[in-house]
């Protein structure tokens, strides 16, 4: 499974933007698709993630009112819907993906086994 990522950009805050992440090799229909994040001199957090076809989402408390993750089966993307853009939103994000993962291992990055290449977003104040 390769993913890109793209439509990150610099941004003023309380901006909108919605990055998507493009899979191509095989379908994620049944995989946990999820978003990461990692700002300059930061750990890679978790953000959003969907388990599998069944839908259910996870969000940190950061992107949680803010942010929504989405999936397209029929042409094998996923999406994160960010609003209300915050200066600390500022990192490079990157969307990741796994077949075998549990549900309690969602949140973790080590996790996911397939990743994209990141795209930036900047928000400024």
């Known amino acids: 499974v390769q993913l890109q990522a793209s439509g990150g950009g610099l941004v003023q805050t309380g901006d909108s933007l919605r990055l998507s992440c493009a899979a191509s090799g095989r379908s994620i229909r049944n995989y946990v698709v999820a978003w990461f994040r990692q700002a300059p001199g930061k750990e890679r957090e978790f953000v959003a993630s969907?388990?599998?076809?069944?839908?259910?989402?996870s969000y940190s408390d950061s992107a949680k009112g803010r942010f929504t993750i989405s999936r397209d089966n029929t042409k094998n993307t996923m999406y994160l819907q960010m609003n209300s853009l915050k200066p600390e939103d500022t990192a490079v994000y990157f969307c990741a993906a796994d077949a075998r993962l549990i549900w309690s291992s969602q949140t973790t990055s080590t996790s996911y086994d397939y990743w994209g290449q990141g795209t930036q977003v900047t928000v400024s104040s």
């Open positions: 969907i388990f599998r076809s069944g839908g259910s989402t």
